[in-house]
C-alpha cells in the first residue's frame, strides 16, 4: 500500500499505464479502498470460475463492470491532485459497475426483447460505451481510442462513402444492441476469454511468483549458464522464457526479470542498449511460450473452435526457435567482443535451487498435464491456482514445525489426504475444502498469517494486473461487432486474396506490414485480434492452415513491441539501462531478426507447427517433415545470427555476411534446388570461418 498523504499525486513513469501500475493502490483510503474493490474483483472472478453459478453474459457484464470502477478509480488514485477528483474517479467508475450490473438485474428482460431496445437500454448500451473508450484513453493512450473510434464512424456513416466501401446503413438503436448488448460486441469473445482464462492465469502466475518462482528461474538459468561466454545474458534468454511459461506479459517480464539481468549484463561488458535489446527481446518472447502465451492462445482456440491443447502443440518448437535465436545472438555478441562468464563462486548451484524449491514446479507441471489431457484451460487453471495455494500455504505451516520429521509426516499426510479427495477424480469442491483447512490452521500461526496476508495481496495484485488486458479485449470489441454487422472485413480480405493470386509471398508481406503498424501503438491482444479478424481468413483461402495464419498475425503483433518508434519493450528497459529507448529498439530488432523471419518459415512449412499441408509429408512422412521442417529453421538461425552479429569463429567480412544471407534466404525460399543451394553456402561459409579461425590462431603474437 501506499503512503497516507492523499493530497499529494503519485508520479508514474509513463504517459499512461499500459506498462502496469505503479506499486501499491494508491494514498490513504483511496489505496484501501482500490485495494478492497481488487480482492473483490478476484474473488468473484474465482467463484464463477470455480462453480459456474452465473450464466456466460452475466459474468461478461459483471467482468466489464468492475474492470472500468478499477480502471477509473486507480488511475484518479495515482494521477488526481485532490480528494475531489479522486472522488470524481470512483463515482464515474461506479456508474460504468452498475452499467455492467444491469446486464445482471435484466438478464431475463434483455433476453426477451432482444432486437427491440428501450430507451433505457439505448442509454445505459451508450454510457457504457463512453466510459469503455474514455477508460482506455486513460489507460492505455489514444492509439487504440482512436482506432476504434474510426470504426464506430465508419459503422455510423459507412453507407455514403462510394462502392466498395460503403454498407447498407444501420440506425442507432442497431449498433448500439449490437456493439452493448450482443456478443458479438464489448461482450464478445475477447472479453468472455478476459473474464474466464485470461484473469485466472494472471492469478495463477501471480501466485507463483509470490511463492519465489522468479528466483528459483533466476538461480536455475545462473547455474546452468553463469559461467559460459557471454553467461548473464545467457541467464536473461533462459530466465525470460521460464518466467513466460506463467507470466505471458513481455513489458511486465522486462520490468521483474530485467531489474536483475541488465545491470549484470552490463556489468560483464555488454553494451548498455544491448542488454537490455536482449532482455526485451526475450521478455517478449514470453508472450509465444506455452502454456499462457500472453492469454491470445486462449482467444485464439475460442476464435478457431479448437481444443487450448492444439494451439498450444502448434506453438512450440516456433517458441524455442524464438528463444535458440535470442541465446544464439548472445553467444555470438559475447564471442565477438571477447566476453566472459561468471566465477564460479558468484553462481549458484542449479541442482541445490531444484532441490530446495523443486516442489513449486509441480502446479505448472499439473497445469500443463491437465491441458493436453483435455481439461478445459478454466478447470485446469483452477486447480493449478488451488494447487500453488496448497503449496504455499503447506510450506508456511511446515516453517512453523520443530523438527524435520513433523515437516514430512505433514507433507505425506498432506498427499494422503489429496489422494483421497481425489480418487473419484479431481472435483473443484473437496479441493477448495482443502484450501479453507489449509487457512483455517495458517490463521493460527504467526507466519500462517503473513502468508495469507501475502496470498491476499496477489489475489488483489492480479486485478490490478488484469485492466490493461481486460479494457483492450473489451474496447476491441468495437472493432469486431462493427466488422461483424457490415461485412467491411471481406474487401480488406479480397485484396490479400488479389495480392495471392500472383504472390503469397506479398500477401503475407501485407499481413505483417499491418500487424507492425497496429502494433506500433496499441497492445499485442488487440493488434492480433483486429489482424487476424482481417488477414487470417484471407490468408486461409490461400492454402495457408488456419492456425498458421493466425500465428503468423500474433507473432507480428509481438515483434511490433520490438520495433521503433513506439518499441513498448525496449521503453520498459530504457530506465532500467539507463539507455536511449530507440538505440534500444534497433538492437532488439538485430537479436530478433530470426522472430521476424519464423513466421514466413512456418507458412511455407506447417510442419513446423505440427500441421498438415506441407509439401514435404508426402516423401518424408509427417514427422521426417517436422525434423527437416525444424532442422532448416535452425540452420536459418545459425545463419541470421552471423549476418547480424558479424562473427561466427572470427569476425566476418562483408562479402561473408552476404553469402550467408544468400544461404539463410534459399534455407528458407520454395524453388528449385533451393535447400540444396542453401546447405552448401552453408557448408562453405562455415569451412571458410573455422579456416580464418584457425590461420588467426597459428599467425605469430
Known sequence: MQGPDAEAAVKVDFDNFEHGFPEGFGPGGWGWLGYATGIAFAVFQLVVAAWNVLPSQVVRGVHVGFLILMTFGLVANFTAKSNAGRTAGWLIGAVGFLCGLYQWVFYADLIARDGDPTHLDLAVGSLLAVLIFEGTRRLMGLALPLMCGACILYWF???????????????????????????????????????????????????????????????????????????????????????????????????????????????????????????????????????????????????????????????????????????????????????????????????????????????????????????????????????????????????????????????????????????????????????????????????????????????????????????????????????????????????????????????????????????????????????????APALAKLGVPLIVSHMFAFYYGIMADLSPPVALAALAAAPIAKENPDKIGWEAMRIALAGYVIPFVFVYSPALMLQTGDPMIAQLGFYGAVALATFKATIAIVLFGMVAIGFLFTRLTLLERGISLAAALCLLGDFPLSDTSGFLLTAAIVLWQWRQRSRTAMAPA
Open 157 to 535: 456513416l459507412g453507407q455514403y462513402l462510394p462502392a466498395p466501401f460503403n454498407h447498407r446503413g444501420y440506425d442507432f438503436d442497431q449498433i448500439v444492441t449490437h456493439l452493448s448488448f450482443g456478443t458479438e460486441g464489448f461482450y464478445g469473445v475477447p472479453i468472455y476469454v478476459s473474464a474466464t482464462y485470461i484473469f485466472l492465469f494472471i492469478l495463477f502466475g501471480s501466485f507463483l511468483e509470490r511463492a519465489g518462482m522468479i528466483q528459483l528461474f533466476t538461480d536455475v538459468s545462473l547455474g546452468l549458464f553463469g559461467r559460459t561466454r557471454g553467461g548473464p545474458a545467457k541467464v536473461a534468454v533462459f530466465a525470460s522464457g521460464m518466467m513466460g511459461t506463467i507470466s505471458g506479459s513481455g513489458v511486465a517480464n522486462v520490468v521483474t526479470v530485467g531489474q536483475f539481468t541488465i545491470p549484470l549484463m552490463i556489468k560483464f561488458g555488454y553494451r548498455r542498449a544491448f542488454a537490455a535489446g536482449v532482455e526485451a527481446t526475450a521478455s517478449m518472447g514470453g508472450q509465444i511460450m506455452p502454456p499462457v502465451m500472453g492469454a491470445v492462445a486462449f482467444i485464439m482456440a475460442e476464435t478457431l473452435g479448437v481444443d487450448y491443447s492444439v494451439i498450444v502443440k502448434a506453438a512450440v518448437i516456433p517458441a524455442m526457435l524464438y528463444f535458440l535465436s535470442a541465446f544464439w545472438m548472445v553467444h555470438l555478441e559475447a564471442g565477438k567482443h571477447g566476453l566472459v562468464g561468471m566465477k564460479s563462486s558468484e553462481v549458484p548451484s542449479a541442482w541445490k535451487a531444484l532441490v530446495a524449491r523443486w516442489y513449486l514446479v509441480l502446479p505448472l507441471a499439473a497445469l500443463v498435464y491437465m491441458l493436453f489431457e483435455g481439461f478445459t484451460p478454466l478447470y485446469a487453471g483452477s486447480m493449478g491456482l488451488a494447487l500453488t495455494v496448497v503449496l504455499i500455504l503447506g510450506t508456511s505451516i511446515t516453517l512453523g514445525l520443530s523438527s524435520n520429521v513433523l515437516r514430512y509426516v505433514f507433507w505425506v499426510g498432506l498427499a494422503l489426504v489429496s489422494a483421497a479427495l481425489s480418487r473419484n477424480g479431481l472435483e473443484i469442491v473437496p479441493v477448495a475444502g482443502l484450501v479453507a483447512v489449509l487457512v483455517l490452521i495458517s490463521a493460527l500461526t504467526r507466519g500462517g498469517r503473513a502468508t495469507l496476508t501475502a496470498c491476499r495481496d496477489s489475489l488483489a495484485d492480479s486485478a490490478k494486473s488484469a485492466l490493461t488486458v481486460g479494457m483492450a479485449c473489451a474496447i476491441v470489441g468495437s472493432i469486431i461487432g462493427m466488422m461483424t454487422q457490415t461485412g467491411v472485413g471481406t474487401i480488406f480480405g479480397s485484396w490479400i486474396i488479389g495480392l495471392g493470386a500472383k504472390s503469397l509471398f506479398l500477401a503475407l508481406v501485407m499481413t505483417m506490414l499491418l500487424s507492425i503498424l497496429l502494433g506500433t501503438g496499441i497492445p499485442t491482444i488487440p493488434t492480433y485480434i483486429i489482424t487476424a479478424a482481417l488477414a
